[in-house]
């Protein structure tokens, strides 16, 4: 493979070389020191003394011999990938193209080294389109090497991400015994925004660490390896996870805004899954630890109302708005610990247990099957969704919800906010709706949830005739009927797992009619024939303290992911045929 005349410009152009920053500087020197191990011994004297002095570091002693040696014979390619090697570790581009072009000129050497370099040299210099050809052919040479794989990816990443990809199945085909590159390699996957990529590569890495711990390498940082770990699952709402994630993360020699940040995930986590207390005990630890404290008082202010706490709320708020009164959230967190000072809403605490069993239709313009129910994306750019249900029986701490009935619109089905409008019936009392409004917060404890808009209208849901059809009206605002679909047996034909706040089990059924107006009567949207589904709720607080709705995890990534997999599994919920496949 020669060098184009436009690589070597790009190479000789540059007389100031910036050093390489993070990963990339992590990746190269990496890469040398395996080439370094890689080199075939000589028995000539000045090549054996070259190779003894590269790897105690003398790198100029190394330099001196083998340009002496090159004076005697120009054509030695060893020795110029070896002062290839220590120009570049020098960062000494230039130079180093320079020997690694005379190496490759010169026919380079069976594990194509000088190519390897030139690569390297290339990647540092940013050019990763020329860097690839060369990498490549670095990896060709040498399939099963580790450090060339890491720099192949790198630079496709820039240049060639599905090529990344199929070269990171390739890496994963390695023995995991270099942990330092499936560490570096994970790391930087996170940067390109690969979270399941870069899961895999650090999975792979706490397992060895906990296999072999005397056998890792320093350039390891367990505690910036568990903490993205703990990242990557907060972010996937896998909160139990996060926690075993973090409390791995040691406890010596970290700074105080690691130890910080550690504090407000785990604190954050515990809330998630229903341990408030615990919870506000990390928070209020945080707050007292690190530079600045401003995310810790806004994520406490939010805990002592969720723990009931009203005026610990309210100390945190003060002083978060002494110490940081532009934070746009402070004005938001100060309005919302004040709503809850109202004496209605102080009557009905944070937190309690309860239960909801009846059923419940949404109506959508989306395909059948529904997209956005097996985690997926809507069918349109749009998705007006509205949910109706009946609540038979329930109840929340005290309020009595026996024979609720309400109806949420959206415009974007799948979030886990609050819906944009709530109508319920005229005869539907202010408690009630706090304690709707409060089961609505348990589907996601982290973010505040505010019913936007709340419309009292006369508010029918009935099953017509005890029959499969069953329609809701509220008069001049919404109409929907819909018929469920079922076999000679009367079983239904199209019942799957899906994602939904009130059930994991979902049928999918005929949409009869889906109409909609604004309050002058006009008509806002008619789906109807579109997509609808059906479920039966059961549903109570440990459901979701527990882990096991599907609509915990949803991350939209087109599919069900790895965890709602294995709660379907688990839970062995049925799945649509052909439905089996996982997320991308």
């Known amino acids: 493979m020669g060098v184009s005349r436009e690589v070597l410009t790009a190479v000789s152009d540059n007389a100031r070389v910036p050093r390489l920053m993070g990963v990339l500087l992590l990746a190269t020197v990496q890469a040398l020191a395996a080439l370094l191990g890689q080199a075939a011994p000589s028995e000539d004297d000045v090549l054996r003394q070259a190779q003894t002095d590269l790897n105690k570091g003398r790198l100029e002693n190394a330099r001196q011999s083998l340009t002496q040696a090159l004076q005697k014979d120009p054509s030695w390619t060893v020795a110029h990938i070896l002062l290839g090697r220590i120009s570049l570790q020098s960062d000494e581009l230039n130079k180093a193209a320079a020997e690694f072009t005379l190496a490759i000129r010169l026919g380079d050497d069976a594990a194509k080294n000088a190519q390897y370099g030139m690569g390297l040299v290339l990647l540092q210099k940013f050019a990763y389109k020329d860097a690839v050809a060369f990498l490549a052919a670095a990896v060709e040479a040498q399939p099963r090497d580790l450090p060339r794989l890491y720099a192949l990816i790198s630079a496709e990443l820039e240049t060639d991400p599905s090529h990344a990809r199929q070269h990171l199945q390739q890496f994963n085909s390695v023995s995991p015994d270099r942990p330092e590159i499936s560490y570096k390699l994970g790391v930087l996957l996170l940067q390109y925004q690969m979270p399941h990529e870069a899961e895999a590569e650090l999975r792979r890495v706490a397992r060895f660490v906990e296999q072999r711990p005397l ?56 809330i998630a899954v229903g341990r408030v207390t615990q919870g506000v ?72 247990d309860w239960h909801l069993k009846g059923e419940g239709l949404v109506c959508c313009p989306c395909k059948t099957p529904c997209p956005c129910r097996s985690n997926g994306q809507p069918s349109q750019p749009h998705c007006e969704a509205t949910g109706a249900y009946r609540i038979v029986r329930g109840h929340y701490g005290k309020v009595r919800l026996d024979n609720f009935a309400f109806v949420t619109v959206d415009a974007n089905m799948g979030t886990s906010r609050a819906p944009l409008t709530l109508f319920v019936d005229q005869r539907a009392t202010d408690e009630q709706l706090i304690a709707i409004e409060r089961i609505y917060q348990a589907f996601n404890p982290l973010q505040p949830v505010i019913f936007p808009t709340i419309v009292r209208l006369r508010l029918s849901f009935v099953n017509i005739d005890n029959s499969r059809t069953y329609e809701v009206k509220v008069p001049g605002r919404l109409h929907l009927r819909i018929e469920r679909q079922a076999d000679g047996q009367g079983l239904p034909t199209m019942q799957t797992a899906g994602v939904d706040p009130f059930a994991n089990i979902l049928e999918y059924s005929q949409n009869l009619i889906y109409k909609a ?8 949207w008619d789906f109807s024939r579109r997509q609808a589904n059906f479920r039966f709720i059961d549903l109570d607080a440990q459901d979701y303290a527990s882990g ?37």
């Not at 107006?517 to 806002?524: F, H, L, R």
């Not at 087109?558 to 688990?570: D, T």
Request: hydrophobic share 40%.
């Open 281 to 352: 005990e990390k928070l209020k630890e945080a707050t007292q630890t690190g530079e600045s404290n401003e995310i810790a008082l806004l994520r406490l202010a939010w805990a002592e109302l969720l723990a009931n706490n009203l005026n610990d709320a309210k100390d945190a708020v003060r002083k978060l708005q002494a110490e940081w009164l532009q934070t746009p959230e402070a004005g938001e967190i100060a309005a919302l610990v004040e709503r809850e000072s109202l004496p209605q809403r102080a009557a009905i605490p944070w937190s309690q």
């Open 215 to 270: 056998d890792l390498t320093p350039t390891v940082n367990l505690t910036t390896l568990f903490l993205d770990l703990a990242k990557i699952r907060f972010s996937q709402r896998d909160y139990w996870q996060a926690l075993q994630d973090l409390a791995r993360v040691p406890n010596s020699g970290t700074s105080a805004q690691v130890k910080q940040e550690v504090l407000l995930f785990t604190g954050q986590s515990l």
């Open 517 to 524: 107006w604004d309050e002058t009567g006009t008509v806002e």
């Open 548 to 584: 096991n709705m599907l609509f915990e995890f949803q991350d939209g990534v087109g599919f069900f992911n790895e965890k709602q997999m294995e709660l379907i599994k688990n839970l062995q919920l049925p799945l649509l045929s052909g439905s089996t496949r996982a997320a991308p």
